[in-house]
Each structure stands twice: as structure tokens, then as C-alpha cells.
């Protein structure tokens, strides 16, 4: 007996709002409310709504013969919940029928399957918690996010307790195999993996309305007609699709529902095929053979790896960074961070990073709220940033609210601005602030400049400037200085006896002025 | 294929972008098989002339007595402008070579058969009185030569070309790498903005330097959407063992805005943006490098912002220290309010200098590897700068990928598009 496992993602990541650098420490909402509920909105209406319509007409006709699969990703259900809850009232209907099952993933459909186990774990069991709570039945299959897989990864799983996962049938790992079968992992033979039909699933998800596809219009018959004439050996065939497809990247107006209404009774009619799920496949076949994954894989653009969300500089740095918090992450008690974190880890803020498309992919553009990978980087980046410093401030005292800026960045002068009009004294402050800076510079200057400089400053400024001061970078300046004026400078400052702090001050800013001056 | 073009500098005496555009395009036709007659108003004998022959306008011989010249006379109006309205006015003053009265003289005297006209060759005060002469030359070296096709380069040399034109009716293609309103904004010079228009009325085809441009010349000049084609500039390679390692000699990283301190060029949205930066990064200068009629202002209002010990200007910078301003520098900045095309970018990008650059400037249309802000937007400019400074992966995809695109932005690509304009209204 052949079967057809329809298998749908939804996922939607929380979009951040444009973060600028001067919003960190300042601004606790990143997300761009607006624009997140516009697109929930639009596509509840436009694809999930209508399609899951169509999934229940055809449960209700065909019963037990009919069935779906679903993943959806915390972030999908958190913003349903948030913005249309029609949407999840409209999935628990088509649990309530017992012919659809639902998927386990990480809760925000994260990367961190490729970062740490034990996260990993974590963020699974919090996914597989929300899944029962809504829809009833605990998850035992498991999908990653874009299908990311490789040996190691399955193992895993495996010792998270489920049974089968899905992932890309693709071309590298397969070699001359065919992914309509049963296989297993290399590493734990006992989880069982289901291997995406590309080919086919590509046929609707990605060419049904392209009119230069020799193959269009594609009809519910022809498609028939193809799953017909493969090798009859064969046990299954997996077609994995985007649930955005129906209504979304291909629109009502291509034929896409009617399509899909008419598959069922064409291949219930027309073919031995029956519909499955991936738990009831993985209860009824075996494997044919492991299948080899030392190499990550995913189901993403031609190179079906990671290089959509991983690999140029700014997705490593993002990536770095992100997890460098992980310790900090697993500690704090504060729910509102905790929620953040998980967002902050979805994969599509990597993606948007991903400079492939700079020669191809429309397919990165879509739903891309940035107008550059770069764009992308620095906003993630600044609200990291944020993100970083309030978590670090929920650990060093978890009952203050955190508000404060590191000291990493100079504090902001807020009323700088006006101070500065409206006295004199003001802004001497903030001069005084940068001479520091400026005697600095003043150690690098090169020799000419240094005789330049002990020929417009006097002697006095200098020893009271350099009094407080000590170490190599001293004495490198030191030995820029003409002997005999080194001599002198050092009988000046032993002279010197407890000076005012003000009279330091005053010679310091004297020199700042002059370093000033000489750029 | 030979064309016959019309530029007003030429390497090495150049005072704007226009010359070393010429230079790279004429280049670049070469490469394509197009041979280039070139004509510029004085030619010092150093010019480079690997790519074409130049011919020196001042050498021209013109027989004044001829009819059509005579009739060309009558047409021309003698325009004299404010200096300050001029594009490119450069440190020299106009350098008077040729006597105030000698139209009149010429005119008058008719014993006189033939006559050589000295041309400056320089941006200046009689500027409108030499583009006139310049005209008559023209008509007279379209009689005298052989080619296929005009080509003339900003409005400075269309009057020229329309001469060439009328003399030789062979078809005129005029480029436009600077409209009046880039160079003075909505406050244009109306007689500036005629000659343009003319030039562009009268011209078979028109090259723009950018989508930007040739969308000013179809809405503000009303020119034909059809005829109007935009080609965009390219730059000449460098070779690598040219690029000089400066250092810095200042901890701070240094954000650099390079260019004429004017209107066009934005430089007040780059000083807001600097201040937004310090108020949250101490360690950074900023520099303004160049000269221009709202330096003062500039000055000032970094003075009233309190942060002049981390703003810097360095006045008018020449060939090395530009090369040395960008090796100091981190990020480069060119908030331009209005720019055709815009080659700065591209220079910096040479150097490894991550650019941030104004969505309303040509070379934008062009370049991915660029944070792209709009002008006015000082929230974007300064949170780019500050991501330049901060986020290390930034300035390494843009040493990476930078320079490499600039490289690919070839003379030879561009002058294909340009032959294929020339084809067109043969």
C-alpha cells in the first residue's frame, strides 16, 4: 500500500520594529506590533483560513481517508492568539477530527539545534507543552526548523522521545536513492526519518503558476496521473509544502484551492494511494536503510544547507552573540525576558542577513521587511544590544527593573543640548570630560609634532598634566622630548607638591586645546 | 565608428568629477572600437592621450568670414553670471587670456581672415563668454574633421555641440552629469537651466549618469521620456600598488565627509547625525574635509553643539591627503541632498572604507554593498555610522565584497551601453 503524507509548515516570526542604536537601554519593545498584525492578518484571511476550510470539507467527505499534517511554530501561535485568534479556534476544529497531527519544533523555530543540546530540549519541550494544551495530543513526531538535519541532530531527537523526523530529500544524501521510502538514522537506527519529494512538492509549492513551466496549467488529474506512474515499489511519497502556499505565494486567483479540493477524490478514485501521517507511517513501515547526513541539510534554496541563515560574517557575528548569552538566558526568573529571548532566536532574523540573494532569490525578498542584509544586521544587532544589557542587569540584581546603559557607552547627556545654551559652565564640563581623551592623543603624537607642541605649551602645563601619570606609554612619550627639556620637565614635577585637583584640571584643559588645534 | 566629443578637462588638469569621467569613457570606448575625437578648450600638452586624440581648441584656426559663422555670432547672446552660481569654481580665478573686447574686435575688424582663440580652459567668472566661443569652435572642427556622431558633456560644451550639429549634421548625443538643480536646488540659474534645456531639445539622444537624473531631466526639463537613456559611470582601476597603507595617529575611530561643503553635498545632516553618535560613543572623531560657501555655518553649528574637540575640518584637500584622509578613515559618509552620480563612495570603497551614502545620489542605484540612508533621515544616517563603528562583522563584509564590486564597475561595460546609444541615432 503506497501513501501520500501531506506535511504543512506555518511559521511567522515576531518582526522587529526599526531599533536605532540610541533606542538601547532606552526601548524595551522590539517588535513592530503593526506590521506583524497586518501580515497575521492578511494571511489568516488569505491562506490559512480558507485553506484549513477546505482541509476540514475534505475530511468531512473522504473521513478516515483524508489526512494532514501540521508544524506551527510558537511564534505563529503566540501572534494568532494575539492578533486572530479565528485562526486557532479554526486549527483546534481540524484537530478535534483525529485525521490531522501536529508536529513538535523549537518553540520559536530557532537555530539552536546547531548551538546546544540541552536548549534544544528545552525549547522543544516548551513547543510540545503549547501543542497539547491546545490541540489535545502530545507531539511524538518531530520536524526542525526548515527541515535542518543531520545525523547528529537525529540522535538527538531520538533521545528527546520521538520516534520519526522530517527533513529534505536532497539530491547529496540521496545519490541514485529515491525519497519515497522509509529510512532511518545512520547513528540510532530506531528514529526513523521521512525524506521530502522535491520534485513533486515543488510542482505546486513553487511552479503552479508559472506560465513558462512546460507543465502548467498543472491539474489535479495530471498530478495524479504522475504519482500513478512512479515505481510502485515505492511506499511513500512525502510532500512537504509551506502552508503560505495556498492562497499566499500562490494566490486564489492561479486555481490553487481548486486544485487541491480535487487531489484527494482524484487519487482516492484513480490510485491505490491512501493518506498518512507521519506517526501512522512510522507505526506501520520500515526502514529500507539508514540514510547518511554527516553534513547539516535543510530545505532551503539550491544548496538545501544553511547558508541561508549562517555563514557571512554578519550572520556569524549575530549568531555569536546571541548565544553568548545562553548561560545568562537559562538563569533569569524574569518571564518577559524569557519570552524575548525566544523570539530573538528565530531563524528568519538570520535569514533577512543572508547576502545570497544579492546575485539571486526572490524567494529571500518575500515577507523581508529589510531593504539589505545589512539593514537587517544593524537593526538585529541594536536590539541584541538592548536585549543584552537588560539581562545582564536581571542578574546582577533581579529586582530592579533594568534601565541602566553599561559602561561601555558614555552616558547619554540627555539635557546636554540645552545646558550648553543657557551657561558657559556646562560646557566646560563636557570639555573637561574629553581632555583625558585627548592626552592620549597626545602620548601617540609623532616627533615633529611633539616639538611643535613643547614650543607652544609651557613647561609647567606639561609636568602638572603628566603628574598623575605613569607607565610605558609615558615614558615612550618621554623619550620624543630633547634631553635637556626632559631634565627640566623632571625637576618641575618633583618640585610639585600636592597639587589642587582644579590646578591639574585647568593645565590639562589647557593642553587638550592645543592638541585640539593641531587637527 | 569615430565620435567627435566635447568635454571641458581632461587629465591631469581637472577641477571636478567631469574630466576623469571623460578620460575613463573615452577609455572605455576605445576598448569597443569607438575612436574619440576630443575636443577641450585648452589642452597644456601633458594630457593623456593613450585613449584619444585630443585636439586643443585654441589651436583651431576659424575664418571669421565665413557665413555660417558669422550667422552663429548673431545667435549667441553674451551671458555673464555671478561666479558664485557656477559649478566647480575652483581656487584659480578666471584667468583672462583673452580680452573682454575681442568679439567686437573681430567683428569689426575685417582685414582679419583668420584668428585663433585662446581658451582658459578654467571655471570661471566669464564662464558663459567662453562656452560661446567655444561654440564657434565647435561648428568650425565639425567642418573641417571626419566622424559619425557629437557627443558633449554637460552645458558647459552643448552649445558647442549643437554648432557641431548644424555645421556637420551629423546626430548630437548630449550627457548630463549634473543638472542645475543638483547644483543649486531649487534657487537654479534660469540661464543655465536654458542652455541645458536647449542643449537637450536640440540633442538626438541624452545620456544621464543615473535613474535620478534622468528622471530630473524628463520632469524638470521636459524632455521626452524616449530619448532620454541613463548610463551609469564607472571608475577607472587602480592599481593596487598605488593604494598607500596610511595610518591613523588618533585612538578614536574617524568618520569622514569628504566633498564641497554646499548645499547639494548635505553636510549639516552629517554634523546632526556626528552629534547623535558622541552623545552615546566617545570614541570617535568626526572630519569634515573640504571647502565651500556653508563651511561657516558648519563651523558654527558644530561650535553651538559643543563638540568641536570631536569634529574636525581640514579645509580643501588635494590628490595624496585625500588618499591619506581615507586610509584614516573608518566609515565615509556622503549625505548628498542631491547627487547625479556620485564618485566619492566608490573611491572610498577602494580603500576598504565601509560608506554610508544618501538614497538620492546615482551611484545608490548602483552599489549593494553601501548602507543607504535618505538624507534628511539623521536617525539612519547616525545609527549606520554608529553600526560601522560597533558591530566588527560590518566593516569585514564591506572590506570583503566593497572593493571587489567597485572593481567590477568597468569604463569598457559603460561605453558599450553609450556605443549602443551612438547606434541608435545613426
Known sequence: MRSICFYFQIHQPYRLKTFRFFDIGADDNYFDDYQNRTIIKRIVERSYLPMNKLLLDLINEYGSAFKVSFSISGTALDQFEQYAPEALHSFKKLAETGNVEFLAETYAHSLISLYDSNEFAAQVAKHSARIESLFGLKPTSFRNTELIYSDRIGEKVYDMGYNVMLTEGAKHILGWKSPDFMYCNAVNPKLKVLLRNFQLSDDIGFRFSNQSWSEWPLTAEKFTQWLQDLDPKQQVVNLFLDYETFGEHQWAETGIFDFMKKLPQQILARTKYKFDTPAGLAARLQPVSAILVPNTISWADEERDLTAWLGNDMQDEAFEALYKLLPLAQKTQNPELQKKWLYLQTSDHFYYMCTKWFSDGTVHKYFNPYASPYEAFINYMNVLSDFTIRLQNDSQHSDTPPSEVPDLYIKKRKSTQTEVKNSPQAGLTAETSSSIADLEVLFSLSKPKVKQFIKNIDIQSLAYSIYDRSGAELEKFRKKLPESYNEELTRIISEIKRPRKSTIEHHKNKISEFIRSLF | ?426
Open chain 2, 1 to 426: 565608428m569615430k565620435v567627435l566629443m566635447f568635454g571641458w578637462e581632461f587629465p591631469p588638469h581637472i577641477t571636478g568629477g567631469l574630466g576623469t569621467a571623460c578620460f575613463g569613457m573615452t577609455k572605455g570606448l576605445l576598448k569597443n572600437k569607438v575612436e574619440v575625437l576630443f575636443v577641450v578648450p585648452k589642452a597644456y600638452g601633458d594630457e593623456s592621450e593613450e585613449a584619444v586624440r585630443l585636439i586643443n581648441a585654441s589651436d583651431v584656426l576659424i575664418d571669421i568670414h565665413s557665413k555660417e559663422n558669422l550667422e552663429f555670432w548673431k545667435n549667441i547672446t553674451y551671458l555673464e553670471v555671478n561666479s558664485s552660481l557656477v559649478p566647480y569654481v575652483g581656487p584659480e580665478a578666471f584667468d583672462n587670456l583673452v580680452s573682454q573686447d575681442i568679439k567686437e574686435e573681430y567683428e569689426t575688424n575685417s582685414s582679419v581672415f583668420e584668428a585663433k582663440y585662446i581658451f582658459s580652459g578654467k571655471y570661471g567668472e566669464n564662464l558663459l563668454e567662453e562656452v560661446a566661443r567655444y561654440a564657434l569652435v565647435g561648428a568650425q572642427i565639425a567642418a573641417n574633421s571626419q566622424f559619425d556622431v557629437i557627443h558633449a558633456h554637460d552645458w558647459l560644451t552643448y552649445a558647442a555641440g549643437i554648432a557641431a550639429k548644424k555645421a556637420s549634421g551629423k546626430p548630437l548625443v548630449v550627457h548630463m552629469h549634473a543638472t542645475e538643480f543638483d547644483r543649486s536646488g531649487e534657487n537654479i540659474n534660469q540661464r543655465v537651466y536654458d542652455i541645458e534645456r536647449e542643449g537637450m531639445m536640440a540633442a538626438d539622444r541624452v545620456i544621464a549618469v543615473s535613474n535620478l537624473t534622468r528622471n530630473i531631466v524628463i520632469t524638470k526639463y521636459g524632455i521626452p521620456a524616449e530619448k532620454v537613456v541613463a548610463v551609469h559611470n564607472a571608475v577607472e582601476p587602480v592599481e593596487k600598488l598605488d593604494l598607500v597603507e596610511y595610518t591613523s595617529h588618533v585612538p578614536e575611530k574617524i568618520v569622514t565627509f569628504l566633498g564641497r561643503v554646499t548645499y547639494q553635498k548635505g553636510p549639516e545632516y552629517f554634523i546632526e547625525a556626528a552629534y547623535k553618535v558622541l552623545q552615546r560613543d566617545n570614541n570617535v572623531r568626526f572630519v569634515m574635509a573640504g571647502t565651500g560657501d556653508l563651511l561657516e555655518k558648519m563651523i558654527r553649528r558644530v561650535a553651538q553643539l559643543r563638540m568641536s574637540s570631536k569634529f574636525h575640518f581640514t579645509g580643501f584637500l588635494k590628490g595624496d591627503s585625500v588618499d591619506r584622509m581615507f586610509g584614516m578613515s573608518d566609515v565615509y559618509v556622503m549625505p548628498s541632498v542631491s547627487e547625479p552620480f556620485g564618485i566619492s563612495p566608490l573611491e572610498a570603497m577602494r580603500s576598504n572604507v565601509p560608506v554610508v551614502i544618501s538614497k538620492q545620489s546615482g551611484v545608490a542605484e548602483i552599489l549593494q554593498h553601501a548602507l543607504k540612508v535618505d538624507f534628511w533621515d539623521i536617525d539612519a544616517m547616525a545609527d549606520a555610522i554608529y553600526a560601522l563603528l560597533r558591530y566588527k562583522s560590518l566593516p569585514a563584509m564591506f572590506a570583503k565584497y566593497g572593493a571587489k564590486e567597485v572593481d567590477n564597475l568597468k569604463w569598457e561595460n559603460a561605453a558599450r551601453h553609450i556605443k549602443k546609444v551612438y547606434a541608435d541615432v545613426l
